[in-house]
């Protein structure tokens, strides 16, 4: 590795599924993974790469059932923080409970393949109750839905994440209206990016030479609210399947500091998610 991960650099995002017999799948998801991918497979692959803090992202292969996310947590209590996927109808009390579980924010998918894509106003209505919490909105979209959505989502009482690079196209270039429409939302402080997912945008192939210009535009500009994760185990991943220390590897080629790497893996994660005991 051409470089040392900071101590308590952060993996951002990933998931967990399963395993399927202690959290069944639910019956109406999208998606079912082909094979379970736990909590224990998750830790040893951070452990081994030396991501000493951990997001668990709610898969849509769970619905609503947060279980198999909050076990994950439960586990490791200090360094791993989870984001939900829950109904705008929630209760305040359910919020709380997750709270004190180490949620730090609701995630809301606006891809076509994700199915029904839940009202801009009841979102930002869910947001509002939220918000004393401390908590943030997680939107995973196609970059013509996040570029129909900005106005409201520039209304938003927390602060907005938006996933994967906002899903662009990597070889459509740097000055492609989805690209900048993003630049555009970033320019408003309640915006933070991830730039997961290079591999999810490029046209190329690893080593993701098309889309590391993106990412590394994004941290340039915006250092003080971009995050990584590396989005194991890549549900509904459409081209190769990425080599995990290759994308860690890559984190020197778009973070290409110390400083940008320090606040990447360890400062912002640490700001938006807080990690610490959970009381």
């Known amino acids: ?63 609503f059932d947060n279980r198999a996310a909050e076990d994950a947590i439960a586990s490791r209590p200090s360094s791993y923080r989870g984001i939900a996927l829950l109904p705008t109808d929630v209760d305040d009390a359910e919020l709380k409970r997750l709270d004190a579980a180490g949620f730090r924010g609701v995630r809301f998918n606006f891809m076509g393949h994700l199915g029904r894509q839940v009202p801009i106003d009841q979102v930002l209505s869910l947001a509002a109750r939220f918000a004393p919490l401390g908590w943030h909105l997680q939107i995973h979209g196609d970059p013509a839905l996040l570029t129909a959505l900005g106005p409201a989502l520039r209304t938003s009482p927390v602060p907005v994440v938006i996933d ?91 973070a290409p500091t110390e400083a940008a790497r320090h606040a990447l893996l360890v400062r912002n994660p640490q700001r938006l998610y807080r990690f610490g005991n959970n009381t």
């Open 164 to 254: 994967h690079i906002g899903r662009i196209d990597a070889a459509l270039g740097l000055g492609q209206p989805d690209f900048q429409a993003l630049l555009g939302l970033m320019a408003d402080e309640r915006f933070w990016v991830k730039v997961s997912g290079m591999d999810r945008i490029t046209r190329l192939g690893p080593p993701y030479a098309d889309a590391q210009p993106f990412a590394a535009t994004l941290i340039a500009e915006f250092g003080d609210r971009v995050l990584w994760g590396n989005d194991w185990p890549h549900p509904n991943h459409a081209g190769p399947m990425p080599d995990e220390a290759q994308l860690v590897e890559l984190i020197a080629a778009i």
């Open 1 to 63: 590795m051409p470089f040392d991960l900071p101590a308590g650099a952060c993996n951002a995002h990933c998931h967990v599924f399963g395993p399927g017999a202690r959290f069944p799948y639910a019956a109406d998801a999208t998606f079912v993974p082909e094979q379970d991918a736990p909590k224990e497979t998750l830790y040893a692959l951070n452990d081994r790469l030396g991501l000493e803090r951990c997001v668990v992202v709610q898969s849509t292969c769970h619905g």
